[in-house]
């Protein structure tokens, strides 16, 4: 178990609900976890909560076994590495360099880098097909390209476990599915993921367990034909949906349009 | 602190606005044009018959003023213009003056109404002047427009320097209707004056007049060039400004510059005492490790005037009893 | 890189050798060089009591301003930062004006007074950007900055309007900065206080790369973000009150320097600040001999000199940037 959160309880200052209630959350090595839901439903919360990067009022956030509030930030992000959803670097890096600063927990303010660092970093690069920009700098990148680097980042944290939020938000199709190959191809290769994202047919896709939050509880959790189920989603989103299965059984969400039938 | 800072006109017109203000106006050589022309309007007046002619006089600002009958009810906004109205005998005239005009005892009397520049125009009003003296300055322009829009009649005139005295003492006569005692005044002050100048050729050659380094502030060093009162006076006494070659009436300049200029003496005005000399850099300068200072303290060395020969002498004394 | 850094040293020297031999009086290099290693040359005293530690203190505060101005722009997330921006300038020039106003004739109580309200200003900015939970707010820090320089400012105003002294306004001049107080003393001083600041910030170089990229992401990647924030806050509001006492309020050093160092040395900070340090000292050497020389034997704030190198050198940054 990289991740493991028990009963977590979050509250904002200045607002009534909990934007996190008696949620448990988990990843293990080996896994893709989708967490979906909508907007304000807690799911950048529960990131964060599992992360320590908010305070918990009820419950316990463990990393690797540990309290995550135990943990040094440089400690834990060297077992997990997480990508907010937003994020504007204010001056140009260049894309090795930018890479190269997944090596900050590694080495500290002081120890420079040495070859097995540029190893590592040449790695995560090649393997988000991202060398070929090493020398662009990161102003310059297009949607797709900066997801790329983004991840080649976090892989040269030698991490355990990514955590990504948003990551397809602002790509085409195909930059979509080239991301989650490789965060799936990541995953075999012994990470966990955990991926929160509004494209419930790409988490139906890609992965092994879905989490359904809204209003901070789960409403939901299990593999994608368990929780993608027309009743629950269409209760959850208050939208009407029907699902229907692609290739032998993946469901797939199509939401209606008003006056639409459930069944073509 | 250290050197109360002695412009020659520091209460009127402080360093700073001096500063930016010679760029503006000094550059266009107006001490050139404070010799005033005095007219007055012959055609309409007989011998005699003065009190009902018209006065007009053209003040340093170039600008013709007109009086129907001599001034009785005279704001005076600067020092040296409000010394120089007690001595041709129009003090009773006085109905306003600045509160850095403590010459003579009797000006204590006058009502006070502020600064002399950016002056507060009701505090102006309030007296009802018939005449109000300003000194010539850029932030003083919009000033006297105002008052000439609200039918008051403004003279403009720049006091640095001793050549103004005369002339400034004359224009004042004539406005206020004291000719003569205006001109006596001037025949007695250019006297007195030539009496106590020791003169480019009294035999005292330039090389072996002392030199004087004359600091009016002190972090960052301000020093007077020619166009100041104080570099007048040095030169009366018979001593010489090392900064004289500055045309600037006041500037900032280096430390090394000063001790590359090597004065015999560091003349202080003001009471407080010097303690910026015992700063180890300062050390570098000559006079300074030698003691040689000599301080001068009063507003008869901030502004010319009537009293502009004493102060000659008393800098004279000073400087005598310093080379000893 | 290595032609790059070459190019930093001659300019380092080549300002040096400049600041050492120019100036009211005009001294030949190798007039200058006999004056440092032999007591009996006759510009001894100019070139060892003043022109060596002017040389020296300015290198030195250049260089702290320059760093201090890169480590706000990284920590601010915002290319304007300058090291005053966080309520110095209003505090310093408070302090300046309160012991003009109220001085007696001691040397060193303007200096002091303008360290004081400087950190005083500083104090009170950290206090109102600090959140319920004891966050650091970038965004209230500006703000605060900006309403804590007016209202000082404000009170200063009134204090020279109100007061008798008409010496007040050369607190203005005196603010406006010179190295022309510098002094084997107040280098000294420098000496003694800063080392232990630039320390935090030079060590501070990896986190506040991590910190540009945003404070989360900062979080994930290693870095203990709020410990960094009051360290850099707390270590650049030292070094420039320090750097006002010492010489005023020189401008755009801090602004300039780090932008114009970043175009040449790319944002990583391990790089960025030494040679900002270096850039920043040696360009404050140069327009302090510029100052000198220009219009001797007057001496222009070194300000001014400053600004009319850094404003045009800005505006062709911005041009390229925005191109």
């Known amino acids: 178990m990289i991740l493991e959160g028990r009963d977590l309880e979050v509250r904002y200052p200045g607002v009534g609900l909990p934007a996190l209630a008696g949620v448990d959350a988990w990843l293990r090595a080996g896994e893709f976890v989708a967490v979906v839901g909508p907007n304000g439903g807690g799911k950048t919360t529960l990131l964060r909560a599992l992360l320590g990067a908010v305070p918990l009022q009820r419950g316990e956030a463990k990393v690797a076994g540990l309290p995550v509030a135990s943990i040094p930030r440089a400690d834990l992000a060297q077992i997990v590495a997480a990508l907010p959803q937003r994020e504007e670097p204010a001056f140009a890096l260049r894309v090795g360099e930018f890479v190269q600063l997944g090596r900050y927990a590694h080495l500290g303010p002081f120890t420079p880098s040495g070859p097995s660092d540029r190893a590592l970093v040449r790695d995560a690069l090649e393997r988000c097909d991202a060398w070929t920009l090493r020398d662009r700098t990161i102003d310059t990148l297009s949607g797709g390209e900066w997801q790329r680097a983004r991840v080649a980042r976090a892989l040269a944290q030698a991490p355990r476990a990514l955590l990504l939020d948003e990551p397809t938000a602002a790509l085409d199709v195909r930059h979509a599915m080239e991301l989650l190959e490789l965060v799936r191809d990541l995953v075999a290769s012994g990470l966990g993921a955990l991926v929160v994202t509004h494209e419930l047919n790409l988490a139906a896709r890609f992965a092994d367990r879905v989490i359904l939050l809204a209003d901070g509880r789960v409403q939901a959790v299990g593999t994608p034909r368990e929780v993608l189920t027309q009743e629950t989603l269409t209760r959850v989103f208050d939208w009407p949906v029907a699902v229907t299965t692609w290739n032998g059984g993946t469901p797939q969400v199509v939401p209606l349009r008003r006056g639409e039938t459930r069944d073509p | 602190m250290a050197s109360a800072g002695g412009l020659n006109v520091r209460h009127l017109c402080p360093p700073i606005v001096r500063f930016r203000g010679r760029w503006a106006i000094e550059r266009m050589g107006l001490r050139q044009r404070t010799c005033l022309l005095l007219l007055l309007a012959t055609s309409a007046c007989l011998p005699g018959d003065r009190g009902a002619g018209r006065l007009m006089v053209i003040d340093d600002a170039r600008d013709t003023v007109r009086l129907q009958r001599p001034a009785t009810r005279v704001v005076s906004l600067i020092p040296a213009s409000t010394e120089l109205l007690f001595a041709i005998g129009a003090g009773p005239q006085l109905v306003g003056r600045t509160r850095w005009c403590d010459w003579p005892a009797e000006a204590a009397a006058v009502t006070d109404v502020g600064d002399g520049i950016d002056p507060n125009l009701e505090a102006i009003l309030a007296q009802h002047p018939d005449l109000v003296v300003l000194y010539l300055s850029g932030s003083n322009a919009a000033v006297a427009g105002r008052l000439r829009a609200l039918g008051i009649p403004v003279v403009q005139l720049r006091t640095d320097l001793l050549e103004s005295v005369a002339p400034h003492a004359r224009l004042l006569g004539e406005l206020t209707g004291r000719r003569a005692a205006a001109d006596s005044l001037v025949d007695a002050f250019e006297a007195q004056l030539a009496t106590v100048t020791v003169s480019l050729h009294s035999g005292v050659r330039i090389p072996d007049r002392q030199s004087v380094f004359i600091p009016t502030w002190n972090d960052p060093i301000i020093t007077v060039g020619a166009g100041s009162f104080l570099d007048e006076l040095v030169t009366r006494a018979g001593a010489v400004n090392i900064f004289h070659d500055l045309p600037q009436p006041s500037a900032p300049v280096s430390l090394e510059a000063v001790a590359g200029r090597d004065p015999d003496l560091i003349l202080t005005t003001g009471a407080g005492a010097v303690s910026f000399t015992h700063r180890p850099e300062w050390q570098v300068v000559q006079a300074v490790r030698r003691g040689k200072f000599v301080r001068i303290h009063g507003s008869q060395f901030d502004r010319p005037g009537p009293r502009s020969s004493q102060a000659i002498t008393e800098l004279k004394a000073a400087l005598l009893e310093a080379q000893q | 890189m290595t032609r790059r850094l070459l190019f930093v040293a001659l300019f380092v ?79 310093a020039g408070l302090g300046a004006v309160l012991a003009i106003a109220l001085g007696g004739p001691i040397a060193w109580a303007v200096p002091a007074a303008a360290f004081a309200g400087a950190l005083g200003a500083v104090a009170l900015v950290y206090a109102l950007g600090r959140t319920s939970s004891g966050r650091l707010e970038p965004r209230i820090l500006l703000l605060a900055g900006v309403v804590t320089s007016g209202f000082a400012t404000a009170i200063m105003t009134a204090l020279m309007v109100l007061s008798d002294a008409a010496e007040l306004r050369n607190a203005f001049l005196w603010l406006l900065g010179g190295l022309g107080r510098a002094s084997w003393q107040s280098l000294g001083l420098f000496l003694i206080w800063a080392p232990i600041p630039l320390l935090v910030l030079f060590t501070a170089a990896r986190s506040l790369d991590l910190l540009a990229l945003g404070e989360e992401t900062a979080g994930y990647l290693g870095a203990e973000v709020e410990r960094v924030k009051r360290r850099v806050v707390v270590s650049t509001a030292l070094l420039t009150a320090a750097a006002v006492a010492a010489a005023g309020m020189i401008g755009f050093v801090g602004l300039v320097v780090p932008h114009a160092v970043r175009r040449i040395m790319g944002p990583l900070h391990g790089r ?20 000198r020389v220009v219009v001797r034997p007057i001496e222009l704030p070194v300000g001014v000199v400053t600004a009319l190198i850094g404003v045009p050198v800005f505006a062709i940054l911005l041009r390229r940037e925005i191109r």
């Open chain 3, 13 to 91: 020297l080549l300002t040096a050798t400049f600041g050492l031999s120019l100036g009211a009086v005009s001294i030949a290099p190798g007039e200058v060089w006999r004056a440092l290693v032999d007591g009996s040359s006759s510009y001894g005293p100019i070139i060892r009591q003043l022109r060596l530690p002017r040389v020296i203190l300015g290198f030195l505060l250049g260089g702290t301003l320059a760093v201090s101005g890169a480590s706000l722009q990284a920590l601010l997330r915002n290319p304007l930062a300058d090291p005053y921006l966080l309520g110095l300038s209003g505090g």
């Open chain 3, 272 to 291: 960025l600040l030494p040679i900002a340090f270096a850039v920043g000292g040696a360009l404050l050497v140069g327009a302090d001999t510029i100052a």
